[in-house]
């Protein structure tokens, strides 16, 4: 009887198990399908009826004085200028001189004289230059090891070194191919740095990894205290000189190697505002633009001689500026708000969220819930309350009938 009792009680176990089982089963596949159609129902919504943002392309005119625009947004290409003026394209090559140079010295409209500076094609390119950075460039994850070039190699291309150095409580190089700690090089390399006065652990790192640049300027280096450091390797010895820059609080390093070789790069610090970076004197020089935040907005920089046109990209749109090249003062400056597609506006009141896996602004993978509304909960909500009401009543009425 013992025996049969026992039984009886690990069969009502196993079943007690199953409807659990089943009922866990159930509250699984739900939420599984919930997070799909979150993810799946947005993505072709925005697939068939969204069309991407764009903004016609903006920048300062040297010879106009003023900002002048190129606008693919009606399917033709449109060139006006902030006045109202309409320019074809020749003449908005000729209005651009420095951006448009090769095309004017194809068809021999090259100018001898902009702005009353006499100038040739062949300075020109030496002081134009483009920057952008983007903020995928910065949220990602760093290996933590980092070549260092020989600056003065004796040859016209660069080589990739043998060795990369880490920094922990000390400079380490490494042989990438041994596998091994060079331990004389690491010493050097680390004197060197605390007999400047460098202060271990290290903060920022940054240095242009790029083997096609045309020369290297090593790396910029902060320490624990927030002094910041260049270093280099000259002649497979180490050189270290501190900035002795002060009342800054460095957060990020963007470093250049243009041709004119005028700046190291441009620095942002904790309170958002971008400098510039003079070569020989480490002098900083602050852009005249607002708060730019390098981990959600795109930057780019279109100099020459003249002026700079800075493009910050955002959420709210985009700002252009116009920078005087030689004493950084803000000349103009424009915003274009950010413009709505008519399927994301609608699908705000269709979906209570939206799932995606990445982002624009990051390097990583994972779940993130964005474009949470109100409007699509209520909607989801009413929806669901009517299925299950719609449910319930045709269970009834099969009672009923039995």
Known sequence: RGAVQAGKRIMFCFKL???NMIK???AFLFITVVLLLMWGLPCAWHF???????????IYSCVAHQFVAMDRSSGSVAYRGEDGSIYSEKQFDSILPTLY?????????FPSQINGVEIDNRTLQMEKFMFRHKPSDINVKRPGLYPLFEGMCGRVDLQMPGDVFRMNTRMEFVDMEENRVNEERSQRFTQALLDKGF???AGVIAGDQNVRKEYDE???????????????R???RPFVRNTEISGVKVKYIFPTTFRNRRFYGFISDEDQNLYVLNTKTYELKKLPIPAYDPEKETITI?????YWTVQVLGQEGLKVYAVDANDYSLVAEKTIPAQENQAAKIGKYIFPAELSFTASTDQYVWPRFTDFSWWGTLLWAVLITGYIALKVRIKRKKQAAS
């Open 17 to 19: 198990n199953d409807l």
């Open 24 to 26: 866990y089963s159930k």
């Open 48 to 58: 068939l009826f969204g069309k991407p943002g764009s903004y016609p392309f903006t």
């Open 101 to 109: 140079n090769r095309q004017l010295v194809s068809d021999g409209r």
């Open 199 to 201: 202060h271990f652990p």
């Open 218 to 232: 090593g790396y910029l280096i902060t320490d624990g205290e927030g002094q910041m450091f260049h270093v280099k």
């Open 234 to 236: 000259l002649k497979d």
């Open 302 to 306: 279109f100099g020459d001689p003249f």
